[in-house]
């Protein structure tokens, strides 16, 4: 190229092209990794942390994906933005010279040749070329003679690549931190739910009737329900409810349906005859209810094969183990639908658990005591604070069954009725813990009895020659032993020891 | 060899100052054995314009070397020995009484400083008045006497000597009146291959004759038009950026000064060391075939135009730290600006 100027463009242009991709290249691989983290987040829980037997709230990996998401979009427009600047910045006639200087050991003649003869420069540069400015003019093609711009240029994405390595490593680290900040041990109701969500995807999965459809979305919602923090516990209970009648109502149509099969298949095979008994029998196994339709043809052909084929045994009874077949496959497939839906009741009854006890763990807060206006003392932990006492119909008295049956005809069932025992007292239904005299079995004259003591038996004795020693020191009870019967624990009743105290006397109580 | 011719080419031009210098430097290394690069130096002074203040124990050829430089160029030469009581008008001339056609009038008679190629011995042991003759000379390239300007002819060269030894009685010179030379060498003790090749050269019958390169009447404007040459090198301005972050560097409290200068300076050099890096690095670019300033042709220039420029502080006398170590730590430091 002749005119060194030309080359000295083309460079700084190169040059500028250069810097603006290494730019991008810096800011493509974090704004990659981060879209695709905040984009694969779920299937990346998964198989990491869902694995490992941890949760990620869904609101939070939703705003954890979001958040990557957006960072991978800020990185790639600040990248594009320093790609701009690069190139402005890197595309400068005498910086490309110096450049070209340094690539070409040109001792500054080509910097100084740029300086004088950058077409940008003022007229007052221009004014400082000197009668030597030809020999500079001259050196500069001569140093250009054999450049050639593109080879002594060459996109390295090597280093750029390196560097962009490093901050995606800082983005999946902080991917990593960020999630390791909000994944939790999934709480028991998490637990279920996952359960309950893992049964609607199977019901989904292998049924096909609309019933079956709508029992596996009731479900969805039974388990969100339960997951809801929000959601009071009256209104998870009412949708895991609703799953269960869901779920009784679908087995009763598929019993219902399975009968009606049933009989037709019996109706089958008293069209067969008693012509050979062996088919009876297999037919008679196939008519337990348990077939399915499928399989009708099965039978009916076995049926058909073992009427015609008399005097050929072999062939019938090969047949017939066909329809045999067939039946134990009914069976077996009537067996997975009783599991499944035994399991499924089993698990909205966990459920339905899980919520009474998560709802007495913690009462909402309207029902807690010390949310009272009539109790002054707020949730303190000592018993007999007046705050304390649970009022008769609040949560006390939903733990109780009633004596009568249903708790809802108690008429203190609900906090917000007020102080309703003051007018009338309430019944206690399971201050009694011991059986009343003479219930079961001789009465046991223990009234004022203070103590129940219990002979414990003799030491044992010891085997393979070791020597039997009697405890004498162990003390031993002066008078005759009673051994009361407890009535029977229930967990889900738990006495009710504490004696109420009317609210006028509460304060003075301390 | 004549001057150059008027219409030369460029090209020519730089060839023609690349070999006057390169001659010159041969014919003064005829008689002066070693100490290239002092010659060098002086002879770079002279094309630059400036003066020169060579600093050597006696009996080294400082004298020596001045005259076979000018006896090569074919400039006039006048040797100084500067002494306490010498006078500025020992130097520079005086009016003297003439008496001539019956009348009397008078008359100047100019001073040893009238000549092409001046050395000053031993200026240090001159009085500051004196040196300040001497000074104003090297300077202004003239001299009033009486109310009566002279103007020197150029070329015009102070070569100044100093003796680093019995400094007992001696003046140093100010740093306003350092600072008016370009360059400052210092000249050492020849090594023993050279001080044989002195011995046999000086004791033996024969005498080197020095071949002048330009007719003593043609001399001066050669030399200027050579001195024109000089200046028309060119500088990028990234190198200019440069040589202003070397003299910023040096200055204490100045913008890009490393510790040491802090530490052991006073103060850094003037604008005048930022010019004599210049032309020195044009002179190197020259000698170097090139038209521009290199990075190198500053960096060589830079201990003897700047050594002498640095003013150190009581600190760096008493760690006997040196100007020039000061100034290898600037340059070692400082980046060179790409654009």
Not at chain 1, 41 to 70: C, D, F, H
Not at chain 1, 394 to 403: L, V
Not at chain 1, 437 to 451: F, H, N, Q, S, T
Not at chain 1, 499 to 505: A, I
Request: charged fraction near 25%; glycine fraction near 10%.
């Amino acid at each position: 190229m002749d005119n060194p100027v030309e080359t000295i463009g083309i460079a700084s242009a190169r040059i500028a092209r250069l810097a603006a991709i290494r730019a991008v290249l810096c800011a493509v691989a974090p704004a990659l990794t981060a879209i695709a983290l905040g984009v694969l987040l779920e299937p990346i829980g998964k198989v990491t942390w869902t694995r490992l037997g941890y949760r990620l709230a869904p609101e939070r990996a939703g705003v954890l994906s979001l958040v990557l998401i957006g960072a991978g979009i800020v990185v790639l427009a600040a990248g594009l933005i320093m790609a701009f600047r690069a190139y402005r910045r890197a595309n400068d006639f005498v910086a490309a010279a110096a450049e070209l200087d340094d690539r070409l050991e040109c001792h500054q003649e080509i910097v100084t040749f740029a300086t004088l003869a950058n077409p940008s420069a003022p007229e007052s540069i221009r004014a400082r070329r000197t009668p030597l400015f030809p020999i500079l003019w001259r050196r500069a093609i001569a140093l250009f003679g054999g450049l050639d711009v593109r080879r002594e240029f060459r996109l390295e994405v090597g280093e750029p690549l390196k560097r962009s390595s490093i901050f995606a490593g800082v983005v999946a680290l902080a991917m990593v931190l960020a999630t390791l900040g909000l994944v939790r041990a999934p709480t028991p109701e998490n637990t279920e739910a996952a359960k309950l969500r893992a049964i609607a995807e199977e019901i989904a999965r292998t049924s096909a009737s609309s019933d079956d459809s709508a029992l596996a979305d009731k479900i969805r919602q039974a388990a969100d329900a339960l997951e809801n923090s929000k959601l009071p516990p009256e209104e998870k209970k009412a949708r895991i409810e609703e799953a269960m009648r869901q779920a009784d109502k679908a087995a009763q149509k598929r019993n219902n349906s399975q009968s009606g099969k049933n009989q037709a298949a019996g109706k089958a095979n008293a069209q067969n005859g008693n012509g050979n008994g062996k088919s009876q029998g297999n037919s008679t196994g196939a008519g337990n209810g348990e077939g399915k339709s499928e399989s009708g043809a099965g039978q009916k052909l076995g049926v058909e094969s073992s009427g015609s084929g008399k005097g050929n045994t072999g062939k019938s009874s090969g047949k017939n183990q066909g329809g045999k077949g067939s039946a134990k496959n009914d069976k077996n497939d009537q067996n997975k639908a009783d599991q499944s839906s035994l399991e499924l009741h089993d698990e909205l009854a966990k459920a339905e658990a899980q919520v009474e006890t998560a709802n007495a763990k913690n009462p909402s807060p309207d029902k807690q005591p010390g949310a009272d206006k009539n109790q002054g003392g707020g949730s303190q932990p000592d018993p007999n604070r007046p705050g304390n006492i649970p009022k008769p119909g609040a949560n006390g008295d939903r733990n109780i069954p009633a004596a009568g049956g249903n708790p809802k005809n108690n008429k203190d069932m609900g906090s917000n009725l007020g102080d309703t025992h003051l007018g009338e007292m309430p019944t206690s239904t399971n201050a009694q813990r011991f059986l009343k005299p003479g219930e079961k079995g001789a009465a046991l004259d223990i009234k004022d009895a203070r103590y129940v003591m219990f002979r414990l038996p003799g030491a044992p004795t010891s085997g393979n020659g070791g020597k039997t020693v009697l405890d004498t020191d162990r003390p031993t009870a002066t008078t005759g032993y009673v051994n009361a019967p407890l009535a029977p624990t229930s967990d889900d009743a738990p006495p009710d020891e504490r004696q109420l105290v009317p609210p006028r006397y509460r304060d003075m109580i301390h | 060899m004549g001057a150059a011719p008027q219409q030369a080419s460029p090209d020519q031009r730089v060839a023609e100052f690349r070999e006057i210098f390169s001659r010159a430097e041969s014919e003064v290394a005829r008689v002066i054995v070693g100490h290239r690069e002092v010659v060098r130096k002086m002879l770079t002074a002279l094309f630059c314009g400036g003066h020169i203040l060579i600093e050597g124990v006696p009996g080294l050829g400082k004298t020596l070397m001045v005259k076979a430089a000018s006896e090569t160029l074919g400039l006039s030469f006048k040797r100084i020995q500067f002494t306490p009581d010498l006078m500025p008008s020992d130097i520079i001339g005086t009016q003297v009484l003439t008496e001539a056609d019956g009348h009397r009038e008078f008359q100047f008679k100019p001073g040893p400083i009238f000549a092409h190629m001046v050395l000053g011995d031993e200026i240090n042991r001159a009085t500051p008045k004196t040196q300040s003759a001497v000074l104003e000379a090297m300077e202004e390239h003239q001299v009033t006497v009486f109310g009566t300007t002279y103007v020197l002819d150029p070329p015009y060269i102070v070569l100044a000597t100093e003796n680093p030894i019995e400094l007992e009685g001696t003046y140093p010179l100010p740093e306003a009146q350092m600072d008016r030379f370009i360059f400052k060498v210092v000249m050492g003790s020849p090594k023993p291959d050279e001080l044989r090749e002195i011995l046999n050269r000086t004791t033996g019958t024969a005498h080197a004759k020095i071949q002048p390169l330009f007719e003593p009447s043609r001399a001066p404007r050669a030399i200027e038009e050579l001195k024109a040459l000089v200046r028309e090198v060119m500088v990028a301005e990234p190198l200019e950026r440069y040589i202003i972050s070397v003299i910023g560097g040096c200055t204490p409290g100045g913008p890009g000064a490393i510790p040491e200068v802090s530490q052991y300076l006073r103060f850094g050099p003037s604008p005048r060391g930022a010019q004599a890096l210049i032309l020195c690095a044009k002179v190197n670019a020259l000698l170097a075939g090139r038209v521009s300033v290199s990075y190198d042709d500053i960096d060589d220039a830079i201990v003897p135009c700047l050594r002498h420029r640095l003013l150190l502080n009581f600190q760096a006398e008493a760690e006997s730290v040196s100007s020039e170590s000061i100034l290898e730590q600037v340059v070692k430091r400082l980046r060179k600006p790409r654009t």
